[in-house]
């Protein structure tokens, strides 16, 4: 079983710890960020013209609109069905968040075939995570939009794959919200349509 299979999750947590101690009380947390998140949401909902696309609003809007399987990274059915990262080096990861994890590293865009980097066990391990066998994701109402989160957030937080991300409360809190928002609209617009008729 190759490493990523089974990810060195004291090395990682031991990491992330580390990282957790030299910024202790900076730390933002998932009730903050989501109200944040909130507060940006309507800030660009309801500008006057759509000339900026911010996120999380847009990305999730569009999803809910439009049912479409990529919004965002984490929105995404699978982040590494979309994107890869390069460092200045050229080392390819699997997201720029995994810098510096050698563990993840699929090769170098330098010195590798392209093809066969795509073709790596480890991303090709990554590409079968799937909500539907994360058990908390199983029960959650947004998992067709979610699909279980970030792969990092997982990894750092619960030291799996396999796991959910840990900021469920942020994802369910804006979809709920978008969901929220474009029902009062549609139904300001909808409404004097249908005493015309
Ligand atoms: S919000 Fe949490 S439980 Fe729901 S699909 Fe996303 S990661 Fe899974
Ligand atoms: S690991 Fe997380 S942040 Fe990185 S591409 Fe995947 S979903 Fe996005």
Not at 37 to 59: A, H
Not at 72 to 79: L, T, V, Y
Not at 133 to 138: A, Q, T, V
């Amino acid at each position: 079983m190759c490493l990523i299979c089974k990810p060195d999750r004291a090395s990682v947590i031991k990491k992330v710890r580390i990282l957790a101690e030299a910024h202790s009380g900076l730390e933002v947390t998932p009730e903050n960020y989501l109200k944040a998140c909130l507060e940006l949401f309507d800030l660009w909902f309801y500008q006057k013209d759509f000339s900026i696309q911010v996120n999380p609003g847009f990305g999730v809007v569009r999803l809910l609109l439009s049912q479409s399987r990529l919004s965002d990274c984490i929105m995404s059915e699978n982040c590494q069905m979309h994107f890869i990262s390069v460092s200045p080096e050229g080392d390819v990861y699997p997201c720029n968040r995994f810098y510096g994890f050698d563990e993840y590293k699929y090769g170098n865009i330098v010195k590798d075939n392209f093809e066969k980097l795509l073709e790596n066990p480890k991303r090709q391990y990554l590409l079968k995570r799937n909500a539907s066998e994360i058990e908390k994701c199983k029960q959650c109402s947004i998992s067709r939009y979610c699909h279980g989160g970030c792969i990092h957030h997982a990894l750092v937080h619960y030291g799996s794959f396999s796991s959910p991300d840990h900021l469920c409360i942020v994802y369910q809190g804006i979809v709920e919200h978008a969901v929220k928002r474009l029902n009062h609209e549609l139904k300001k617009h909808l409404d004097p349509l249908k005493k015309e008729r």
